[in-house]
């Protein structure tokens, strides 16, 4: 193709598409003047056209980076009032009477199925972590694995998964005994080359009641010198005192309602009211 003949308005579409594909990536300005054969000053005048766009209209943030290793990056992002309405819908799906199943669980595998839903609350769960140096995303196998999956995305960092029991093709593990949080004992097991001493972790999960798996993987984090450096939920109890002195990030919390035998689902304050 001429370059020569590519107009401002293809210049910034592609742009624009290169950089919501690869999400919290920095890309050096230099990239797109080989790319339209343009001085960079022509880039930086695009760049700050997206800029724009992107604040007057919600839909994430492009930032510039200054430095050696500086350019741009997009960083995906669901505006404060969008992100609560968001929730408002999904609690409205949870707290209907037929969502209700044995044991006190909610039904969630048709939400957590739908990959628009699904990549919105990964987008939403990534937000409060983008300036936390992640280096990858924890979950425990299965259910939570399709919003892991979006949130790591979301920081562009790796998605690691704990298991239940480890895995002949994974190599040597580490296994820990946990408590459940209802009085039972659990296993938990990570290979030991998924991660290395001194990373930095987000813990996501789908479901929080009892909080035990998300102490499990605190707890198997610290057997590989890993720091957790915060967790986050599609839904979590409420509960009187925090899980952890970590910060935590639930879309929504719940509460049980023992005269309706349900469970009552709302927004989590820090969607309500943002920081």
Not at 179 to 204: F, H
Request: hydrophobic fraction near 45%; include cysteine.
């Amino acid at each position: 193709m001429n370059m020569d003949k590519i107009k401002r308005t293809e210049r910034v579409i592609v742009m624009t598409r290169v950089l919501c594909g690869m999400p919290n990536q920095i890309i050096p300005f230099g990239r797109f003047c080989e790319m339209f054969d343009l001085a960079k000053s022509s880039v930086s005048e695009d760049v700050a056209m997206i800029q724009k766009a992107t604040r007057d209209w919600n839909l994430g943030d492009v930032e510039t980076v200054t430095g050696a290793a500086g350019g741009v990056r997009f960083r995906p992002r669901v505006a404060d009032g969008e992100a609560l309405a968001f929730v408002k819908t999904l609690c409205e799906k949870l707290n209907a009477p037929d969502r209700m199943l044995p044991g006190g669980y909610l039904y969630l595998s048709d939400l957590l199925a739908d990959p628009e839903m699904v990549r919105q609350i990964g987008t939403i769960l990534a937000g409060p972590y983008y300036n936390r140096g992640i280096d990858f995303v924890l979950t425990m196998e299965t259910k939570g694995i399709p919003v892991a999956t979006m949130t790591a995305v979301a920081l562009n960092v790796p998605l690691v998964i704990a298991r239940r029991a480890s895995k002949v093709y994974e190599g040597s593990a580490v296994n820990i005994s946990f408590p459940d949080g209802k009085g039972g004992i659990e296993t938990m097991s990570l290979a030991r080359r998924a991660v290395q001493s001194g990373q930095r972790t987000l813990i996501v999960d789908d479901f929080m009641r009892h909080g035990g798996t998300a102490r499990g993987m605190i707890t198997l984090m610290s057997e590989f010198g890993v720091s957790v450096v915060g967790l986050a939920f599609v839904l979590a109890q409420e509960m009187e005192a925090p899980l952890s002195e970590l910060p935590e990030h639930p879309l929504m919390l719940f509460t049980e309602n023992i005269a309706r035998d349900a469970l009552l689902v709302r927004p989590a304050d820090w969607l309500v009211q943002p920081a």
